[in-house]
C-alpha cells in the first residue's frame, strides 16, 4: 500500500490518493475542494496531474516516492553484531562436521579390508522345520570352504567388506543375501549362548522348498553405506545454507531450516547435533534481529 500526496492544478488543494497492489500507472480522481476531475500519473517515482476542465492544465508537483537523503538507517549494535555471527559459526560448524562424518563412512564402506584379520562367520541355513546340511556357500560367485558344526550352522573364515552371498540346498530354492561384515574381533560371542551376533557375524539363511530363486533382507550395514552417506551430505548442505542465510539475516525461518538440518547432519555422532541445538536456542531468543535488517 502507498500513499501519494499531490496538488491540484487548479486550486492547489492538497489532496492524496491510496494505492493497492501496483503503484504505477495513471489513476483518476476528484479533487476534495474543487472537485475537478483528475488524472494523476505516477511515472519513474514522479508525480504528474492533469485536470481535464475548464482547460488542460499541466503541473508537476516534483514529489518523489523514496525515502528522504537523511532517513537514519537501522543498524545493530556491536553485540548484536556478535550475537549472529556466533550462530552463523554454530551452524557452520555443525554442518562441517556432518560432512566429515559422511566422508568418513563413505571411506569406512569403500575401504579395501584384504589385509586385514580373518572373520569367523556363522552361516545358517534352514527351512520352516529342519536345519540344513551338505549345502553349497557361495560368496561373490566363489565356492567357500566352510566347517559344518552341527544345527544348519557353517563356519566361513572371510575378510572384512561386502559380499553377496548365495547358498545352494537341494530341493529348495537358492537364497541370496547382500551383506557387510565390518572389522571385529575375529571370534565375537554373545557370552550366554556363545553365538555369533546376528547381522554382525552370524547370518541365517531361511530357505523355501522348490526351484527358482529368492532374496532375502539385506542387513543393516548394507542399508547404511546405501543411505547415510547421502543423507548426512544433503543435510550438511541445507546447513552450509542455513549458515549464510544466518549471517545475512535474511529468513528466520530458513535460518532454522538450516540449523535443525545441521543437527540432523549428525557431524562427529554427538558434538555436531550439539552446536547445532545451541543454535536454534539462540535464534529463537534473537529472532527480533531478523524483523529489523535491511536488504540494499
Given at each position: 500500500?502507498?500513499?501519494?500526496?499531490?496538488?491540484?492544478?487548479?486550486?492547489?488543494?492538497?489532496?492524496?490518493?491510496?494505492?493497492?497492489?501496483?503503484?504505477?500507472?495513471?489513476?483518476?480522481?476528484?479533487?476534495k475542494?474543487?472537485?475537478?476531475?483528475?488524472?494523476?500519473?505516477?511515472?519513474?517515482?514522479?508525480?504528474?496531474?492533469?485536470?481535464?476542465?475548464?482547460?488542460?492544465?499541466?503541473?508537476?508537483?516534483?514529489r518523489?516516492n523514496?525515502?528522504?537523503?537523511?532517513?537514519k538507517?537501522?543498524?545493530?549494535?556491536?553485540?548484536?553484531?556478535?550475537?549472529?555471527?556466533?550462530?552463523?559459526?554454530?551452524?557452520?560448524?555443525?554442518?562441517?562436521?556432518?560432512?566429515?562424518?559422511?566422508?568418513?563412512?563413505?571411506?569406512?564402506?569403500?575401504?579395501?579390508?584384504?589385509?586385514?584379520?580373518?572373520?569367523?562367520?556363522?552361516?545358517?541355513?534352514?527351512?520352516?522345520?529342519?536345519?540344513?546340511?551338505?549345502?553349497?556357500?557361495?560368496?561373490?560367485?566363489?565356492?567357500?570352504?566352510?566347517?559344518?558344526?552341527?544345527?544348519?550352522t557353517?563356519?566361513?573364515?572371510?575378510?572384512?567388506?561386502?559380499?553377496?552371498?548365495?547358498?545352494?540346498?537341494?530341493?529348495?530354492?537358492?537364497?541370496?543375501?547382500?551383506?557387510?561384515?565390518?572389522?571385529?574381533?575375529?571370534?565375537?560371542?554373545?557370552?550366554?549362548?556363545?553365538?555369533?551376533?546376528?547381522g554382525?557375524?552370524?547370518?541365517?539363511f531361511?530357505?523355501?522348498?522348490?526351484?527358482?530363486?529368492?532374496?532375502?533382507?539385506?542387513?543393516?550395514?548394507?542399508?547404511?553405506?546405501?543411505?547415510?552417506?547421502?543423507?548426512i551430505?544433503?543435510?550438511?548442505?541445507i546447513?552450509?545454507?542455513?549458515?549464510?542465510?544466518?549471517?545475512?539475516?535474511?529468513?528466520?525461518?530458513?535460518?532454522?531450516?538450516g540449523?535443525?538440518?545441521?543437527?540432523?547432519?549428525?557431524?562427529?555422532?554427538?558434538?555436531?547435533?550439539?552446536?547445532?541445538?545451541?543454535?536454534?536456542?539462540?535464534?529463537?531468543?534473537?529472532?527480533?534481529?531478523?524483523?529489523?535488517?535491511?536488504?540494499?
Amino acid at each position: 500500500m502507498v500513499k501519494i500526496d499531490f496538488e491540484c492544478p487548479l486550486c492547489n488543494e492538497t489532496n492524496n490518493l491510496v494505492l493497492m497492489g501496483n503503484e504505477y500507472g495513471e489513476f483518476n480522481k476528484h479533487c476534495k475542494a474543487c472537485k475537478a476531475p483528475l488524472e494523476v500519473s505516477n511515472k519513474t517515482n514522479k508525480i504528474k496531474v492533469k485536470a481535464q476542465f475548464p482547460k488542460e492544465i499541466v503541473k508537476n508537483t516534483i514529489r518523489e516516492n523514496k525515502i528522504p537523503s537523511d532517513y537514519k538507517k537501522y543498524e545493530m549494535d556491536n553485540s548484536h553484531h556478535k550475537i549472529v555471527k556466533i550462530i552463523a559459526i554454530l551452524i557452520l560448524t555443525s554442518s562441517l562436521m556432518g560432512l566429515t562424518t559422511g566422508w568418513k563412512l563413505v571411506s569406512f564402506f569403500e575401504a579395501d579390508y584384504t589385509e586385514s584379520g580373518k572373520i569367523n562367520l556363522e552361516i545358517v541355513v534352514r527351512n520352516s522345520t529342519t536345519d540344513l546340511e551338505n549345502v553349497a556357500i557361495i560368496f561373490n560367485n566363489v565356492n567357500m570352504n566352510y566347517t559344518y558344526t552341527g544345527n544348519g550352522t557353517y563356519n566361513i573364515l572371510v575378510a572384512p567388506g561386502k559380499y553377496f552371498a548365495e547358498i545352494i540346498a537341494p530341493e529348495h530354492k537358492n537364497a541370496t543375501m547382500e551383506f557387510f561384515v565390518i572389522p571385529q574381533d575375529s571370534n565375537l560371542r554373545l557370552p550366554d549362548t556363545s553365538k555369533g551376533i546376528e547381522g554382525t557375524n552370524r547370518f541365517t539363511f531361511l530357505m523355501k522348498e522348490g526351484k527358482g530363486n529368492i532374496s532375502l533382507e539385506e542387513n543393516v550395514y548394507v542399508k547404511i553405506s546405501s543411505w547415510c552417506p547421502n543423507l548426512i551430505f544433503l543435510f550438511s548442505l541445507i546447513g552450509l545454507w542455513g549458515a549464510w542465510v544466518t549471517y545475512t539475516l535474511q529468513s528466520y525461518n530458513n535460518a532454522q531450516i538450516g540449523a535443525f538440518f545441521s543437527v540432523l547432519a549428525m557431524g562427529f555422532l554427538i558434538i555436531g547435533p550439539i552446536l547445532g541445538i545451541i543454535a536454534l536456542f539462540y535464534l529463537k531468543k534473537y529472532k527480533f534481529l531478523f524483523t529489523a535488517s535491511f536488504k540494499n
